[in-house]
């Protein structure tokens, strides 16, 4: 298999495991509660991240990050993000909004070609720009309709677009600009855990001994999905990753129509049309360009 080919397979991969294992995993895991998943998922993201740092001999390389003041600024602000953007995932997961959440992923790369615009002067096509009109009109004609903004799409796409463009700021490895990500926000879950310790509604402990176990999978669920679309990336490029990304929206609506049956009525339909006219458009200007 050619490099490029196995590029491709690690995308999807990739691309797949974030559309389908993730969503099914925190889904089945909805009764611990949102707010202790995602503390699970910042401290088990820390502790394998702080295992592969080690396997792989990256501690020096983390110490040169650290020492400059830019990268420590960025990181910061990229933590906040991160956070934000799990966070209001896995409660869209937990709360039956699974195919709002989607919209958010559908829209994203779309808005990084806007960040890209406006922060790294990049260039805009005629097809990119109809692509970013029809997506700001989808989002009108959802408020039109609903009466207010399809909040949880627009947080994670703005959450994850905005990520990419401060991680784009400073040039540094992914796993390892996620795990000083973890660290930095590693001491907020801790307080999380003592008040939801203090509470008695802590579902982690030895008296769920399966379900800890379980929950401990949080932090793979996180990096290898991870690894394997920057591997992907590195082998196959940018252009490819860009279009084979929308398998992961696209299974995670097909997720929350289908399996866990989530409302879905003829505007909200409309609305998510336009959004996937904007990817077409968006795809096909990517395959002319590769």
Do not use: C
């Not at 590029?7 to 925190?26: A, E, Q, R, T």
């Not at 991680?167 to 907020?188: Q, T």
């Not at 940018?238 to 992961?248: A, E, K, N, Q, W």
């Amino acid at each position: 298999m050619s490099s490029f080919n196995r590029g491709i397979f690690y995308i999807v991969l990739g691309s797949f495991w974030w559309g389908v294992i993730g969503v099914i995993y925190f889904r089945e895991l909805s009764f611990v509660g949102s707010v202790e998943l995602v503390l699970h998922r910042v401290f088990w993201t820390a502790v394998m991240l702080t295992i592969t740092t080690i396997y792989f001999s990256k501690w020096r390389k983390i110490i040169n990050i650290t020492k400059n003041k830019k990268n420590l600024i960025y990181l910061t602000l990229t933590s906040f993000l991160i956070f934000l953007n799990w966070s209001v995932w896995i409660y869209a997961v937990s709360t039956n909004q699974i195919v709002d959440a989607s919209f958010g992923y559908f829209i994203m790369p779309i808005l990084s070609v806007l960040f890209g615009y406006l922060f790294f002067n990049e260039n805009l096509n005629r097809l990119r720009i109809f692509s970013i009109i029809l997506t700001f009109f989808s989002v009108l004609y959802l408020f039109y309709f609903y009466k207010n903004f399809p909040l949880i799409g627009l947080v994670v796409g703005f959450s994850w677009s905005l990520y990419n463009v401060f991680r784009k700021k400073i040039n540094i490895e992914v796993d390892l600009g996620l795990f000083i990500e973890s660290l930095l926000i590693l001491p907020f879950a801790l307080i999380g855990f003592y008040f939801i310790y203090e509470s008695g509604n802590m579902n982690f402990g030895i008296n769920s001994i399966k379900l800890s176990i379980i929950l401990t999978i949080a932090g793979p669920m996180t990096v290898i999905p991870l690894f394997l679309f920057v591997k992907g990336i590195h082998l196959a490029g940018l252009g490819p990753s860009g279009m084979l990304f929308f398998i992961t929206p696209t299974f995670q609506f097909i997720l929350g129509l289908f399996l866990y049956n989530e409302p879905f009525d003829f505007y909200r339909l409309i609305g998510f049309i336009l959004i996937w006219v904007a990817v077409m458009i968006y795809i096909y200007d990517l395959y002319e360009k590769n």
